[in-house]
């Protein structure tokens, strides 16, 4: 089955800087592939999400990257503020194939100090 | 806008206990998701049902079971709580070609 690696579990930025997480996956055949922002006492919610037909999508300051051949995605955060601080997970799913179910990374705690 | 809701957001059960949570979206979703979610460990599969009285094993779900009723409620049974169930649990749907929605989770802590 499938397996996502997420690095680092940690991070932590200075206001203004940018922040980049790491995921890796082992399976060729997952398509998609979304970011999950988790703030305290809520549940995770999507922020951006990439298909296997694209390299790199955009939005605002938040960017994610595919590499199919190596198989791993990354998110970046360019000019990070204070309300960026929070737990953040990659997922990978094949869609397209019956129910999709995403596996995900084990999670990344950003921190932006100011 | 999606909605999903879990009905509790902290439950205390005892060792032994027979628990149920509860999870309702609003949007006619097919597909429901149990997630549990551990320091570390990211989140976890523990059932998911694309179907009313459809239920299919996740990557943990022993100690668990699942029902689902009616398509917007799906609801997570654990049989006779124990200690390591100790966790937060989050419930997601989806609908085709859409990203999953989540609720906002509930702690649960056995004693």
């Known amino acids: 089955g499938e397996n996502v690696e997420q690095h680092p579990s940690t991070l932590s930025v200075q206001e203004g800087d940018s922040a980049v997480i790491k995921c890796t996956y082992s399976d060729s055949a997952s398509n998609y592939f979304p970011w999950y922002k988790q703030e305290l006492g809520k549940g995770p919610q999507l922020i951006i999400d990439i298909r296997s037909n694209v390299g790199e999508k955009k939005d605002q300051r938040i960017a994610v990257t595919l590499n199919k051949t190596a198989k791993h995605f990354s998110l970046h955060i360019t000019e990070t503020q204070p309300e960026d601080s929070a737990v953040y997970f990659c997922a990978a799913s094949r869609v397209g194939q019956g129910a999709q179910k995403l596996v995900f990374g084990q999670g990344t705690r950003l921190t932006i100090n100011p | 806008d999606v909605k999903v809701t879990q009905s509790s957001r902290y439950l205390v059960k005892r060792t032994g206990e027979k628990v149920f949570l509860e999870c309702v979206q609003d949007?006619?979703?097919?597909?429901m998701f149990w997630y549990r979610q551990d320091p570390g460990l990211g989140l976890r599969l523990i059932y998911f049902?694309?179907?009313?009285?459809?239920?299919e094993k996740g990557d943990i779900p022993e100690g668990y079971s699942v029902s689902r009723e009616k398509k917007e409620r799906f609801s997570l049974i654990l049989e006779s709580a124990s200690t390591n169930q100790t966790s937060m649990y989050l419930c997601?749907?989806?609908?085709?070609?859409?990203?999953?929605?989540f609720g906002d989770g509930t702690r649960l802590s056995i004693l």
């Open positions: 949007m006619d979703h097919e597909n």
């Open positions: 997601a749907s989806i609908s085709v070609d859409q990203p999953q929605h």
């Open positions: 049902s694309y179907d009313v009285k459809m239920k």
